[in-house]
């Protein structure tokens, strides 16, 4: 039984650093005249309207993306996030990640989305089919990491993947673990993105589970690369203060993008926000 639904929380602090963190890797994917095949595993319904009585009820978006309003940045990265969010700012939505990379895709680039609840899946196909992009796009009603798993390594093997569980249960932590490991056995190159939460006790205190992810992952003979994003100051009644998402296999600099990225994005969230950057696992190439 799914009963996580992303409207509640789209457009959050969380959602900014994840898809900035995609849009990173989307931008250095497109450097290159080759085409390259995207997989997001959790998809979504697409694009949220803020307006909506989900959002409304928890309100999470206007300690984020409305934040980011009348925002004009120096570093071309946010300045690529912020055009990106622009083409739904007017009608006060906020595009997932599915649609963010939609956007982004040129003609020969390819997108697989897997989503698993019901309504959520019929949203996103129907947003997918509106997208601003060019590219080929394939949604799957199906189990993500099971997704990911079969179709890797996708033809070309040049790409990357997004895993964006709602981590309603403990077991989805070692569930990730298990099909990135799959998944790297046999697409070896692939730079995979898994976003993860930081939770205060109020919610479930699974940072140890987090980190614990985290950890397991730095150990499987790639570079990982691991940026958080602390929005809030953690007590016991925080919620989500924060969030993460290990790199595996980064593209070269996405390290210092990122880190020029959220220098300038930080202060503009919030005084006590902060941001790391750390390689727990880093062999020069
Ligand atoms: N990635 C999206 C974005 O950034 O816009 C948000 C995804 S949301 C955090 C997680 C989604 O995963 C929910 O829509 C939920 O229905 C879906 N989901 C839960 N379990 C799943 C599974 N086993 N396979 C695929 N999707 C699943």
């Keep these: 039984m799914l009963s996580y639904q992303h409207g509640y929380h789209a457009g959050n602090h969380a959602d900014i650093l994840k898809h900035l963190c995609w849009q990173a890797v989307i931008n250095r994917l497109k450097q290159k005249n080759k085409p390259f095949n995207l997989i997001d595993t959790h998809g979504g319904s697409g694009c949220y309207s803020l307006d909506s009585e989900q959002a409304n009820k928890t309100g999470e978006y206007k300690d984020g993306v409305v934040k980011l309003d009348q925002f004009s940045p120096q570093d071309p990265l946010l ?7 622009a083409l739904y700012r007017n009608n006060n939505e906020y595009p997932g990640s599915p649609v963010l990379a939609a956007d982004l895709l ?5 997108l697989h989305v897997m989503e698993l609840h019901p309504g959520e899946f019929a949203n996103l196909k129907g947003v997918l089919k509106r997208h601003k992009g060019q590219g080929q796009i394939h949604s799957h009603f199906r189990d993500g990491l099971e997704g990911l798993v079969a179709l890797s390594p996708p ?8 895993i964006d569980p709602p981590y309603e249960s403990r077991s989805e932590y070692q569930a990730v673990i298990n099909a990135v490991k799959e998944c790297l056995k046999r697409w070896p190159q692939a ?3 898994i976003w993860y939460p930081l939770l205060s006790a109020r919610a479930g205190d699974k940072t140890g589970e987090s980190e614990a992810m985290c950890q397991t992952l730095s150990r ?3 570079n990982v690369l691991q940026v958080e994003l602390l929005a809030q100051d953690k007590d016991a009644d925080t919620g989500m203060y924060g969030s993460g998402v290990c790199f595996i296999n980064p593209a070269w600099q996405i390290d210092t993008i990122l880190t020029n990225s959220l220098t300038e994005l930080c202060p503009r969230l919030g005084t006590q926000c902060q941001h790391n950057v750390v390689w727990l696992n880093h062999t020069e190439s």
């Excluded at 300045?79 to 969010?85: E, G, R």
């Design 79 to 85: 300045v690529d996030y912020l055009a990106a969010l």
């Design 155 to 162: 033809k070309p093997n040049r790409g990357a993947v997004l």
């Design 220 to 222: 499987l003979n790639h």
């Design 106 to 110: 040129r003609a020969n680039d390819a």
């Design 191 to 193: 730079q995979i993105l």
